[in-house]
């Protein structure tokens, strides 16, 4: 009989929360979205500044939108964000008009059109973009600095394109030992009961019982990726109810004590960081705030329950992680080409933005004197969940930064669950199999 | 773990799966024995081979495998059957982990149902994870520190008359459940202005019982005994004596003696039932003039409906000796709270407002034949020493004409007063000093 009655320690790393520009703001919806145009247009012009200076030099130069008609360059550079004019793209104004047709329009999933233009805005001007720019990989809010010639007649002639890339990266610490880290996302815990088993084993799995107590005992942290509580909205049966209010289902109330349940034996092992979903109860523009702490009156008691923001920035002995719970890769994967979600992560890291898409398409704040989406430093990990499937590659800035990209898949669907290495940054899957 | 308490715990086992027919899962056995997750996975599994091999087929027993899988190299952890588990371990490498999980007597194994047990284990909350498990160095409870609050304020009673407020404020000092001042404050006022009516009903002779109400009620202001309680102890002595008879009458001939000017300065009418109350407020008219404190308290005058309560003159038995006082609800307003701040008459115009109708009715009085009040701008100087400019109405011989411009005017302007108590001082008129009022009896003090 085993002697051993006394718990097993498990490996911790220094945690460091970095998403404090996400979680503070004051709630003044008086502004306008344009605010937040201007102030990424300002910040992203200084980083382009440096990146034309890098690629072109001083060959050529670099000229207002607006001023492009007064002076006669050959060639020059402008800075602007991108506009992707497209047809499909959802209206306010279309809804209304459908409503009043006879023949329901369909619903789309994907707003790309072979009709799609591509504008550059500034603060003054705008001008169409013809030439060598691929609208397919492209969405609106890309900033970036464009090489080419007036055509006149408000057109501009691409002939080469840089954006702000990535940020410097601070140099990967070492890990002496393994030090996991492990990702989920899409618990979906109202249709819980359908793979209850699933989870079991998934927190039985971290008591280290089931005879890999060696590697279970390296997992440091828990990021639980969004869309706890559920995965998909719920269905608006139209009523002649003036109020437009949508009471909480008992459902979602039972799904949060269920969650709150299954977070109590999580927090009991190990540090866990619960991320908000788009489904989840907490405001539904980014950035998302932490769902609040009354929602778990039993697992928050534990100083190892953590509720962070969406988007999240944190670091481990030094190693920065940075994710979302994958509004903005879907909304990239909506109104572009971009099918990989790994392709949209890495667009992200190319753009300098992690969310370009906002507030076009994206709810987000509106925000008035900067913006909180533009990668302050280039992070070692970036991951986005609530994928279909898991996706992992490591891609290499223009300035050696190596990062460590992850798509975390849903496991309400996939029953799996993603482990990464700090020491490598290795990263693989893990699945929680109770099929008959 | 010695063989006594391993003896112990196989009974335990036995009697969960054989007689409870309960499903007996490694955390909710370390759970119930108390041992530590190592020592429940031991238990059960040689339970499982010590009943092997006496009975075969007696139970059904689920395990987890964990390894790589042998195709894509990839992590697993699997809760198989028993039926099943050669079939899984065959995807595994072959350096993969077994371990028992559960025990049941019942041959049909849902996982699902495997899953309940631990998961209403877990509503059992516990204050550390079971023993022998993983567990990080944060994973502690937080202290809590809990803030004591400081105590509630006393309820206020809105919507409620002065004379309700008067009990209000004396069941919440004593900071007892909300319900309490209700209560009290209903029944209080209420059994204040019974008192009121009783009294007027045994209509004691020559005024000589004062109301005891007015004696025993606290100070409160608008209330009909704070009124009177409100008063310097000179005026309550006087209130209490045998002589209240006396003074009445002489209050009674002074009034009478007084020209018009005394009658010009009134504005109010209260037309209380007892004689009693008549000659106690007779008895204040005069010292109110000079008592500037007192006049604060009769906010509440101008906004009572006087024309609900009005006596018939020719019905007064001139031996009571009652003193009408009208009160004017148009523009002509009292003067005498000219001054007063606006906000409490908010609040007491408002309790006013509703108070009305339990209040007897008072009627306005008719105005003399040939007679008509006349609206007059005077200009004084007050006991401040501020000069203040005041409308005031008199009565003039007038026209039909004016006359009935000046009703109607009169009654557009209760109707104003009706919704919007709450205008500002300028609109009243002012009231002779010592010209008590109706609502004078409602005000707070």
């Known amino acids: 009989m085993s002697q051993e009655t006394e718990n097993i320690e498990r490996t911790t790393a220094e945690y460091k929360n970095l998403s404090e520009k996400f979680t503070t703001q004051c709630a003044d919806y008086n502004r306008q979205y344009c605010s937040i145009y201007l102030a990424r247009l300002k910040e992203m012009e200084a980083l382009l500044m440096e990146r034309i200076t890098k690629k072109w030099g001083d060959r050529f130069p670099i000229c207002k939108l607006h001023k492009l008609a007064e002076v006669s360059y050959d060639k020059c550079v402008v800075i602007g964000t991108i506009f992707k004019d497209q047809k499909l793209k959802p209206s306010i104004l279309k809804q209304l008009a459908e409503a009043n047709q006879l023949t329901p329009q369909p619903v789309l999933h994907h707003f790309t059109d072979e009709t ?44 080469d394109c840089v954006f702000a890339d990535c940020r410097p990266q601070i140099e990967k610490p070492i890990f002496n030992e393994d030090v996991f880290v492990v990702f989920v996302s899409a618990m979906n815990f ?56 949508v009471t909480e289902s008992t459902e979602t109330i039972e799904a949060v004590k269920s969650f709150d349940y299954f977070l109590l034996q999580l927090s009991e092992l190990v540090d866990v960081d619960v991320m908000p979903g788009e489904h989840d109860p907490s405001n539904h523009i980014l950035p998302q705030k932490p769902m609040h702490y009354c929602m778990f009156p ?72 900067k913006d909180p989406f533009i990668l302050d430093d280039c992070p070692h990990v970036f991951f986005a969940g609530n994928q279909e499937e898991f996706g992992t590659r490591m891609v290499t800035g223009s300035d050696g930064q190596k990062i460590r990209l ?31 | 773990m010695d063989t006594a308490s391993e003896e112990l715990y196989y009974q335990k086992i036995q009697e969960l799966v054989q007689d409870d027919d309960k499903i007996v899962t490694v955390p909710s056995l370390a759970s119930i024995l108390g041992v530590s997750l190592q020592d429940s996975r031991s238990l059960i599994s040689k339970y499982v081979e010590d009943q092997r091999k006496l ?18 190299g990839k992590r697993g952890v699997l809760l198989v059957k028993e039926d099943n588990l050669e079939k899984k371990r065959n995807l595994l490498n072959n350096n993969h982990h077994e371990v028992v999980y559960s025990i049941q007597k019942n041959k049909d194994v849902d996982f699902n149902i495997i899953a309940l047990v631990d998961m209403f284990n877990a509503t059992n909350i516990k204050d550390t994870a079971l023993r022998g498990s993983v567990v990080g160095k944060n994973c502690v409870k937080r202290v809590l520190k809990f803030k004591k609050l400081p105590a509630p304020p006393p309820p206020t009673v809105k919507g409620k008359s002065s004379v309700f407020a008067a009990k209000a404020e004396t069941s919440a000092s004593t900071e007892k459940t909300t319900t309490a001042p209700k209560t009290e404050s209903k029944s209080k006022p209420a059994a204040g202005i019974a008192d009121l009516f009783k009294a007027a009903a ?48 002489d209050l009674k001939a002074a009034s009478s003696s007084k020209d018009t000017s005394l009658k010009n300065n009134i504005s109010n009418i209260i037309d209380v039932d ?40 020719s019905k007064e038995v001139p031996s009571k000796k009652r003193k009408r006082i009208i009160e004017r609800r148009d523009s002509d307003s009292d003067d005498l709270f000219e001054k007063e701040e606006d906000t409490s008459d908010i609040i007491e115009r408002s309790d006013e407002e509703t108070e009305r109708a339990p209040s007897p009715v008072v009627r306005k009085p008719l105005p003399p034949k040939n007679k008509r009040r006349k609206a007059v701008t005077r200009t ?66």
């Open chain 2, 380 to 445: 004084y100087e007050d006991e401040e020493g501020f000069v203040v400019t005041k409308t005031e109405y008199i009565y003039e011989t007038a026209s039909e004409d004016e006359s009935e411009n000046v009703e109607p005017k009169a009654c557009n302007d209760k109707k104003e007063e009706k919704p919007a108590p709450k205008q500002k001082a300028p609109e009243k008129k002012k009231l002779a000093k010592n010209q008590a009022t109706l609502m004078s009896f409602f005000k707070k003090k």
């Open chain 2, 274 to 313: 007892s004689e009693e109350e008549f000659v106690e407020v007779k008895k204040v008219v005069e010292p109110l003039k000079k008592v500037e404190a007192v006049k604060k308290n009769r906010k509440q005058e101008n906004k009572k409906n006087s024309s609900k309560r009005q006596r018939d003159k």
């Open chain 1, 190 to 245: 109202i249709k819980h009961e359908n793979f209850i088993s699933n989870l079991e084993l998934f927190a039985y799995w971290l008591c280290g019982m089931v005879g890999d107590g060696d590697t279970v005992s390296r997992i440091a942290r828990i990021v639980i990726a969004g869309n706890s509580i559920k995965t998909t909205t719920e269905k608006h049966i139209p009523t002649i109810s003036l109020t437009s209010r």
């Open chain 1, 116 to 159: 799609d233009r591509l504008f550059l805005e500034d603060e003054l001007q705008r001008y169409q973009l013809l030439g060598t720019l691929d609208v397919k990989k492209l969405v609106t809010g890309v900033t970036c600095a464009l090489l080419g010639s007036d055509m006149g007649n408000g057109k501009f002639m691409v002939e």
């Open chain 2, 55 to 72: 009975k075969a087929d007696e139970f059904a027993v689920t395990y987890i495998l964990s390894g790589t899988f042998k195709d894509n």
């Open chain 1, 406 to 436: 992850i798509s975390i898949p849903e496991f309400c669907n996939t029953f799996q669950a993603v482990m990464l290495n700090l020491k490598d940054l290795g990263c693989d899957t893990i699945d929680f199999d109770t099929s008959k």
């Open chain 2, 202 to 249: 045994s209509k004691p002779k020559g005024g000589k019982n004062p109301v005891p109400i007015k004696q025993n009620k606290p100070v409160k202001s608008g209330s009909l005994t704070g009124f009177l309680t409100n008063a310097t102890p000179k005026l309550l002595k006087a209130v209490s004596s045998s002589e209240s008879d006396r003074e009445a009458n």
């Open chain 1, 298 to 369: 039993k697992s928050s008691v534990y100083k190892s329950l953590n509720q962070v923001s969406n988007p999240y920035f944190f670091s481990l002995d030094g190693l920065k992680i940075f994710g979302t719970s994958g509004q903005p890769v879907r909304d990239i994967k909506w109104f572009s080409e971009v099918t990989d979600p790994l392709d949209a992560l890495e667009s992200c890291l190319k753009w300098n933005h992690i969310a370009p898409t906002a507030p076009d398409t994206l709810g987000c704040f509106p925000y008035y004197e």
